[in-house]
C-alpha cells in the first residue's frame, strides 16, 4: 500500500480543508513529517488508519473524538484517502459519526458513521466496491491482508506502540506472521494429511470387514475355500444338466399323445357346443315374432308422423304465447305504478325553492370569512416560528452549558494528568536503580538454581547408575562360579575334539609328542560357546555401568565447584521456592512497566502542560459563548410574547370552528356540494316523469299485441287437431293414445329389423354347423384327456423343478465368481491404499507433531529470516553492539520468543532490559526486517509504505546519526518511509520535508521538497 493523496475537512487540528498530495515528493522515498507539538503531525496517521478501518493509528481516540475543535458548525468531518496497491488504484471516502449542524433551520443533528471503498477502472473512473461502514473495513483488511492492530505492528508505528510486535507475545506473534505470510495453508496440509491418515484406515478397516462379512456368508475361510465350493457346484451342474435332458425327451413323448387325443376332444366339444347353440337360437323364435309385429305397427304409425308433429308445435306456440300475454299484462301494471311515484317525487322536489335560496346566501357569507381566517393562518406561523426559534435557542443554551462543563472536566482532567506525570518522571532515577539491582538479584538466584537443579539431577542419575552396577557386579559375581564351570568344560570338550584326532606315531598338535598314553575321554556334557559370550557380555556391561558412574561423579563434583563459586547466591536459592522465584520475576516486571510508564510520562511533560493550556483557554471560549447563547434566547422569549397578542386578537373575530382557511373552504365546498345535489336531484325527477309516461304508453301497445296473437295461436291448434282425427279414422289407431305407443324412431325401427334379419340367419348357420359336426366325430369315441394332461403336468414339473436346480446352482457359481472378483480388487485396493498409507502417516505425524507442528516450524523459520535481516541494521545503528536472534530454548509456539545478543559484555539478554532508545532502534530494525521479508515472499501483501511516529527524541546524538543513516542508506525503490518528529536536527537531515504550521484557528501543511 503506497499512498498518493489525502484530503482533510474538518478532522483533528486541520479546520478546513487540507489536501496532502504525496506524488509532490516526486522521487523522494524518505521524507519528514515536521512540526510543533499538537499541530498535527500523527493526525495525518490517524486519518489514514480511520479512512482504511474506522479506527486511529494508536486505537486510543474514538471515531466521534476526532472531529475538529475550530470547524464550523455546518461542516462535516470526512477524510478521503487515496493509494495504490499494485497495479491497482483505490479511494476510501469516510465520515465519523458526530453531531453537526441541521442542514434547514436551526439546532443540531447527528450524522451517522458513513463509508465507501472504491476501484479505478480502465477509464479512469471511480467504481464503487462497497458502501457500508463494516462491508468497506472487511473489504480493506482483505486488500492489504491484515486488520488495524496489525496494521499499527508493521506499517504505522503510533505514539506509544512502537515497540509492541518486539515485546509482544508469542501467541500474539504467531498471528501476525501467520496472517502476513498465509502460514494457514501449512496447517491446513498438516490437517488434510491427518485426515486422509484417519481415512485410510477407516477404509482399510471396512475393505476388511467387507472381506470378513463376504467370506462368512460362503461359510468360508479364504479365498482359496471359495475357489474350491465354486468347483464344486460346477461339477454338480454338469451333473444335473445330463438329467434334465433324459427328463426333456420323456415330456416330448408324452406331449404327442396328450396332442393327439386333445385334436380328437376338440371335435366332440365342437358337436356339444353347435347342439347347444341351436337351442337356444330355437328358443327365440317367438320373442322375434313378436318383434316383427311391432315393427309393422311402427311402419304405419311413421306415415302419420308429420300430421302429429304439426299437432305439437301448435300446441306449444299456443302455450308460450298464451305466457307471453300474461307477462306484458304484469309489466303494464307495474309501468302504471312507477310513473305515479315519479310524478309524486318531482312535486316533493319542486317544493323545496326556499332551501336552495338559503344555501346561496350561506355561499356568499363564506366569502367574507376566508380572509380573516388567511390573517389568523399568517400570525399563528408568526408566533410558531417564533417559538421554534425560542426553542432552538434554548436547546442551543443548554448544549453551550454542557459543552462548557464537559470543557472544565477536560481541564480539570489536564490538570491531575499533568501532575501524575511530573510525580512519575520524579521517580524515575530511584526506580531504574531498583530495576538493575532486582534484575542481578533475579539473574543469579535463577543461575543459582539451575546449578542446584543440575546437581540434584545428577545425584539422582549417579544413584542410579551406582545401583545399576552394583546389581551387575553382584551378577557377575554369582554367575563367576559357573563361568569357571563353563570354561573347564568347554576346554575339556576342546580336548576330547583333539583326542578324536589324535593318531598312533603322529605329533600331538598341542604339545608334538608322538606317544598318547592318556587321551581324553568325554564323560559331560560339552559347553555351548554361546554360554560363554552372554557371561562375557555380563562383564562388558559391568564396566561401562562403573565407567558411566565415574563420569558422572565428576560433572556432579563440577556442580558442586560451581555452586560453592556462587556464595550467598546458593545460600539464597536453596532456600527460595520456585514460587518466590516466579514472584520476584513478576516484580522484575512490573518495575520494568513502572519505568517504561514514568519514561513515557517525562517524555509527554510538554504536551500535557500544552494540554492544560489549550483546556483553559477553551473553558474561557466556551463560557462566552454560553454568555451569549443566553442574551439571543431572551430576546427570542420576547418576541414570541408579541406574535401571541396579535394572534389573540384575530381568534375573537372568527367562530372556533372556521378558524382557518381549510376549515371555510371546507364548509364552503360543502353547501356548493349540497344546492349541487339538489338541482341534480330535481333534474333527475323531471326526467324520470317524462320517461315514466313514454314507457307507460309503450308496455299498453305490447299488452294488446300479445292478446292478438294468443287468439290466432288457440284458433291454429283447433285446426290441427281436427286433421289429425281424419287421418286416424282411415288406420287402425283408435286414437291419439294407441298412435303414441306405436310410435319408434328411425333408429330403433332400423335396429329392430336388423335384430330380426340377423336371428333368421343364424338359426340357419347354427343348423348347418351341426351337421358337419356330427359328421367328423362319426365312428369314434370321447378321449380320456384328463388322465393324459395329469401325467404331462407331472413330468413337466419335475422338468421344472431339474431347470430350478440347475438355475439355483448357476446363481451360486455366478455369485461365488462375483464374491471371488470383489475379493481380488478389494485386495489390490488394500495394497495400493497400505502403499499410500505408509506415505501419508509419516507425513501426516510429521506436519502432526505436538511438540513442533508443521506451521509453526515455518514460522520459526520466517522469524529467523526477519531476525537475520533486522539484526544486518540493528548491528549498524548500535555500532556493533546488538544483534537479534529466536530463543531456541524456548518452545512455546515454536519459540517465537527473541533475544538479543551483546557484544559488549558477551551474553543474551531479553528485549524487554532494552533501554528506550535502544529499544526504538531494535523495534525499527525489526519493523524494516519485516517489510524486506513480507517483500521478499510476495505473500499478496504490498508493505510499500512505513511510517514511523516517535522514538528519535529518546536518542543520543550518536545513536540518533546511526538510526538516520540507517533509514536513508535503505535505498529500496518504490517503498516510502515517513518519520514525524519534532527533533530540529532531523529537519537539517531529511531534505524532503511535510512542514506543518499551528495556528489559532486550525493547523495547515506544505510538501518542501
Not at 519 to 532: G, H, I, S
Not at 614 to 619: I, K, T
Amino acid at each position: 500500500m503506497r499512498p498518493t493523496q489525502l484530503t482533510l475537512r474538518a478532522f483533528g487540528p486541520y479546520a478546513d480543508e487540507q489536501v496532502f498530495n504525496f506524488d509532490e515528493l516526486g522521487d523522494a522515498d524518505f521524507f519528514l513529517i515536521h512540526g510543533p507539538t499538537g499541530s498535527g503531525k500523527s493526525t495525518i496517521l490517524d486519518a489514514m488508519c480511520f479512512a482504511l478501518y474506522g479506527d486511529s493509528s494508536g486505537g486510543e481516540r474514538e471515531a466521534k473524538d476526532l472531529r475538529s475543535q475550530y470547524a464550523k458548525p455546518t461542516e462535516i468531518t470526512e477524510v478521503v484517502f487515496e493509494f495504490e496497491l499494485g497495479q491497482e488504484s483505490y479511494k476510501l471516502e469516510r465520515i465519523p459519526g458526530h453531531e453537526r449542524a441541521k442542514k434547514r433551520g436551526k439546532g443540531t443533528t447527528q450524522q451517522s458513521h458513513e463509508a465507501s471503498l472504491y476501484r479505478r477502472a480502465e477509464d479512469e473512473r471511480w467504481e464503487v466496491m462497497e458502501s457500508q461502514p463494516t462491508g468497506v473495513t472487511d473489504r480493506v483488511e482483505k486488500l492489504l491482508g491484515f486488520d488495524v492492530a496489525q496494521f499499527r505492528q508493521v506499517v504505522m508505528l503510533p505514539q506509544g506502540r512502537f515497540r509492541e510486535f518486539l515485546s509482544s507475545r508469542s501467541t500474539d506473534k504467531q498471528k501476525l506472521l501467520a496472517k502476513l505470510f498465509d502460514t494457514d495453508r501449512y496447517k491446513r496440509f498438516a490437517e488434510i494429511l491427518k485426515e486422509e491418515k484417519k481415512q485410510l484406515e477407516a477404509r482399510n478397516q471396512k475393505l476388511a470387514d467387507e472381506d470378513a462379512g463376504l467370506l462368512k456368508q460362503w461359510a468360508v475361510e479364504d479365498l482359496v475355500g471359495l475357489q474350491a465350493a465354486r468347483d464344486a457346484f460346477s461339477v454338480e451342474q454338469k451333473e444335473q444338466k445330463q438329467e434334465q435332458k433324459e427328463i426333456q425327451k420323456l415330456l416330448s413323448e408324452q406331449e404327442s399323445l396328450l396332442r393327439a387325443a386333445e385334436k380328437r376332444a376338440e371335435c366332440f366339444a365342437e358337436l356339444d357346443l353347435a347342439t347347444e347353440a341351436l337351442a337356444l337360437l330355437e328358443a327365440k323364435a317367438d320373442e322375434q315374432a313378436r318383434d316383427q309385429s311391432r315393427l309393422d305397427q311402427a311402419v304405419l304409425a311413421k306415415g302419420l308422423r308429420d300430421v302429429f308433429e304439426h299437432l305439437s308445435r301448435r300446441r306449444k306456440e299456443d302455450k308460450e304465447l298464451q305466457g307471453g300475454y300474461a307477462v306484458a299484462e304484469k309489466v303494464h301494471a307495474e309501468q302504471e305504478k312507477r310513473c305515479a311515484r315519479a310524478k309524486k317525487d318531482l312535486k316533493a322536489e319542486e317544493g323545496k325553492g326556499q332551501e336552495r335560496e338559503d344555501l346561496a346566501i350561506r355561499l356568499k357569507e363564506m366569502e367574507g370569512l376566508k380572509n380573516k381566517a388567511q390573517a389568523l393562518t399568517k400570525a399563528r406561523q408568526a408566533q410558531d416560528e417564533a417559538q421554534a426559534v425560542q426553542k432552538g435557542l434554548s436547546e442551543e443554551l443548554k448544549s453551550e452549558e454542557g459543552w462548557l462543563e464537559k470543557k472544565k472536566k477536560l481541564k480539570q482532567q489536564a490538570r491531575e494528568a499533568l501532575r501524575q506525570a511530573e510525580a512519575l518522571a520524579a521517580g524515575l532515577r530511584a526506580l531504574s536503580l531498583e530495576q538493575e539491582k532486582a534484575a542481578k538479584q533475579l539473574a543469579e538466584a535463577q543461575k543459582a538454581q539451575k546449578t542446584i537443579s543440575d546437581r540434584k539431577r545428577l545425584e539422582l542419575e549417579l544413584a542410579k547408575l551406582e545401583k545399576k552396577a552394583d546389581q551387575a557386579k553382584l551378577r557377575r559375581e554369582e554367575r563367576r562360579a559357573e563361568l569357571y564351570r563353563t570354561e573347564q568344560a568347554w576346554l575339556h570338550g576342546q580336548a576330547l575334539v583333539l583326542a578324536r584326532e589324535l593318531k598312533a606315531g603322529e605329533a600331538c598338535p598341542v604339545c608334538g609328542s608322538t606317544a598318547h598314553p592318556e587321551p581324553a575321554v568325554a564323560n559331560d556334557d560339552v559347553a555351548a560357546p554361546p554360554e560363554l559370550q552372554a557371561l562375557e557380555a555380563l562383564r562388558k556391561d559391568h564396566d561401562k555401568l562403573v565407567g558411566l558412574a565415574e563420569q558422572a561423579a565428576e560433572t556432579l563434583q563440577g556442580k558442586n565447584l560451581e555452586l560453592a563459586s556462587l556464595g550467598d547466591a546458593q545460600t539464597e536459592a536453596e532456600g527460595m521456592t520456585e514460587a518466590q522465584l516466579k514472584e520476584q520475576t513478576l516484580n522484575l516486571k512490573t518495575l520494568a512497566q513502572d519505568i517504561e510508564r514514568a519514561r513515557k510520562a517525562e517524555e509527554g511533560l510538554d504536551a500535557g502542560r500544552e494540554k492544560q493550556r489549550l483546556a483553559e483557554n477553551e473553558v474561557e471560549a466556551a463560557e462566552a459563548t454560553r454568555k451569549a447563547a443566553d442574551l439571543a434566547l431572551r430576546e427570542a422569549e420576547k418576541n414570541t410574547e408579541r406574535k401571541k397578542a396579535s394572534r389573540e386578537l384575530l381568534l375573537n373575530d372568527l367562530p372556533e370552528a372556521l378558524r382557518t382557511e381549510g376549515a371555510i373552504e371546507a364548509k364552503r365546498e360543502a353547501v356548493k356540494e349540497q344546492m349541487a345535489v339538489m338541482a341534480k336531484a330535481l333534474k333527475e325527477a323531471k326526467q324520470k316523469e317524462a320517461f315514466g309516461e313514454k314507457a307507460l304508453a309503450k308496455t299498453a301497445a305490447e299488452q294488446s299485441r300479445a292478446q292478438g296473437l294468443s287468439a290466432k295461436a288457440t284458433d291454429d291448434l283447433a285446426e290441427a287437431q281436427k286433421a289429425l282425427a281424419d287421418r286416424l279414422l282411415r288406420t287402425p289407431f283408435v286414437d291419439e293414445a294407441a298412435l303414441r305407443k306405436a310410435q319408434m324412431d328411425d333408429d330403433e325401427m332400423a335396429r329392430m329389423e336388423k335384430a330380426v334379419k340377423a336371428h333368421a340367419e343364424q338359426l340357419k348357420s347354427s343348423r348347418d354347423r351341426l351337421s358337419r359336426a356330427t359328421k367328423k366325430v362319426e365312428g369314434q369315441n370321447r378321449p380320456d384327456t384328463k388322465n393324459l394332461k395329469q401325467a404331462e403336468e407331472e413330468i413337466r414339473a419335475k422338468l421344472n423343478a431339474q431347470h430350478e436346480l440347475i438355475g439355483e446352482l448357476q446363481g451360486r457359481i455366478k455369485e461365488m465368481g462375483a464374491a471371488l472378483k470383489i475379493l481380488g480388487e478389494r485386495d489390490q485396493e488394500r495394497k495400493r491404499l497400505n502403499a499410500r498409507f505408509e506415505v501419508v502417516a509419516d507425513l501426516g505425524d510429521l506436519a502432526n507433531d505436538p511438540h513442533l507442528p508443521f506451521e509453526r516450524w515455518v514460522l520459526t523459520a520466517l522469524l529467523d529470516d526477519v531476525l537475520v535481516r533486522a539484526s544486518k541494521r540493528l548491528h549498524v545503528m548500535s555500532q556493533g553492539r546488538y544483534r537479534m536472534r529466536r530463543e531456541t530454548e524456548d518452545t512455546t509456539y515454536g519459540g517465537l520468543e527473541m533475544i538479543v545478543e551483546d557484544a559488549h559484555s558477551g551474553q543474551d539478554r531479553p528485549v524487554s532490559t532494552l533501554s528506550g532508545g535502544e529499544g526504538f532502534m531494535a523495534s525499527l530494525a525489526l519493523a524494516l526486517g519485516l517489510s524486506d521479508v513480507v517483500q521478499s515472499y510476495a505473500g499478496g501483501i504490498h508493505l510499500d509504505t512505513l511510517f514511523i511516529d516517535e522514538g528519535f527524541g529518546s536518542l543520543d546524538p550518536e545513536a540518533l546519526d546511526q538510526a538516520i543513516s540507517s533509514l536513508m542508506k535503505l535505498n529500496i525503490p518504490g517503498r516510502l518511509v515517513g518519520i514525524i518528529s519534532h527533533v530540529e536536527e532531523l529537519k537539517q537531515r531529511i531534505p524532503a520535508r511535510l512542514e506543518i504550521e499551528k495556528g489559532e484557528r486550525g493547523s495547515r501543511a506544505r510538501f518542501v521538497v
